[in-house]
């Protein structure tokens, strides 16, 4: 319900990509033994898929190593060791890089199925929506984009029968 994916990657074998704006209940020292140094960092449900993972999503490709370019100037992975010491040394602002718990994955032709249905709505990809100040946000400012009708359902209720 109001989720926000970031599709990564959709190709005829499956397609993948992590929920932008729930927040996991645990921060990253909560997850990962040896973080115990770091102040909290938030963690975000990347999605119901290998739930033992963890991903981050950066806008540091020079500093760290390995990460995959998703849209222009939003790269997936890369040396998390690398991404921590860089955390830890003060040398990354930590509205540019951001870490999910799990992913979201679909099998062959499930997204393609579920498009199709219109469960989804589709918003191009930016780098203010992956990085928003508010994640909580993130799904008004998502249908804002759309505009017209959309741009109404911003403010309507979880349950329309509550208005």
């Known amino acids: 319900m109001r989720t926000v994916v970031f599709l990564c990657e959709h190709q005829d074998e499956g397609s993948f990509g992590f929920v932008l704006n729930k927040n996991y209940e645990y921060t990253l020292d909560e997850l990962v033994s040896g ?13 119901p898929v290998q739930m033992d ?3 981050f999503l950066h806008q540091y490709p020079d ?3 390995g990460g995959y370019e998703i849209i222009d100037g939003v790269f997936w992975g890369g040396s998390f060791e690398t991404a921590i010491d860089l955390i830890r040394n003060g040398e990354i602002d930590m509205g540019k890089i951001r870490f999910y718990i799990g992913y979201s ?11 199709k249905e219109k469960s989804w709505l589709t ?12 994640p909580s946000e993130i799904w008004k400012d998502a249908l804002r984009h759309l505009g017209g009708e959309y741009e109404m359902m911003v403010n ?4 329309p029968q509550l208005n």
Do not use: C, M, N
């Not at 918003?123 to 929506?129: D, I």
């Open 105 to 115: 994955g679909w099998g062959s032709g499930q997204l393609a199925d579920e498009l």
């Open 156 to 159: 309507f209720p979880i349950d």
């Open 63 to 65: 500093k760290i190593a």
């Open 123 to 134: 918003v191009p990809a930016s780098r203010p929506l992956v990085f928003h100040k508010k």
């Open 35 to 47: 973080l115990d140094d770091l102040k909290k960092i938030p963690v975000y449900l990347g999605g």
């Open 53 to 55: 993972t963890i991903h």
